[in-house]
């Protein structure tokens, strides 16, 4: 999450949804940012990066009154990206590269030496039903868990995010941002000098018709925005 206090937006960083690209261009602009969570010595940066709006309002509304009072929730610019699931999803894969016991990078147990990865189908089918994706669909990542509200402003596409989030930004908060704006990948760096893999053949081929209709069933709110 990335936070100015002076031009009063809250950006949402929702992962593999064009989020390095949008952190990396809101960082002059920032006030605080990408906090651990777990370090509760000043509860205003305790700023997780992928934060969910709910976890956002939550930890706002934890502050004291002077915060609160000083900084008001409903007078900022709250917006967040999303992404076609199904090449989000090819996106993560080879980004946390689950080795054959569907293990990631971000594990301990981790196997970076058995130089095979598990089968795209068979990773995501294990890791929907125990409930270990990781990518926030659009109705958790976006709205209250009890009231169904949406908790953010706009949600732009990261398919179009060139031709639509600068204008309104701009609108917004009056900040010029330049166009097109530059593919960061998750280690700060361009595509070419990125450590990260792309996945540059066509998305869908990875597919099976069971992994689709999974797909469809968790991120369905995600293919209708």
């Known amino acids: 999450m990335k936070i100015s206090f002076k031009h009063k937006f809250i950006f949402l960083s929702n992962p593999k ?12 602009y920032v006030d605080y940012s990408s906090f651990d969570l777990s370090d509760r010595s000043d509860k205003y940066k ?13 930890t706002w509304d934890d502050a004291d009154e002077e915060f609160k009072e000083k900084y008001n929730w409903d007078e900022y610019y709250k917006f967040t990206t999303v992404r076609n699931p199904f090449k989000r999803l090819v996106s ?3 980004m946390v590269l689950p080795d054959k016991n569907f293990k990631t990078i971000f ?26 994706i990781g990518l926030s669909n659009y109705r958790h990542m976006c709205c209250d868990p009890d009231t169904k509200e949406c908790l953010v402003d706009d949600v732009f596409k990261a398919e179009e995010i060139n031709d639509v989030f600068p204008v309104k930004f701009e609108e917004k ?21 990125s ?5 540059k053949g066509n998305y869908y081929d990875l597919y099976n018709d069971e992994s689709i209709e999974l797909v469809r069933a968790i991120y369905s709110a995600d293919l209708e925005e």
């Open 17 to 28: 949804c064009a989020s390095s690209t949008m952190r990396g261009v809101l960082d002059p």
């Open 173 to 193: 908060t009056g900040i010029k941002i330049d166009t097109p704006l530059p593919r960061i990948m998750p280690d700060r760096n361009t595509e070419n000098n």
């Open 46 to 58: 305790a700023l997780k990066m992928h934060m969910t709006a709910h976890e956002a309002r939550l």
């Open 195 to 199: 450590a990260y893999m792309r996945y």
């Open 107 to 132: 594990e301990k147990d981790y196997n970076r030496d058995s130089g095979q990865l598990s089968n795209f189908n068979d990773w995501l089918k294990y890791s929907i039903e125990n409930n270990k």
């Open 92 to 94: 993560w894969y080879f």
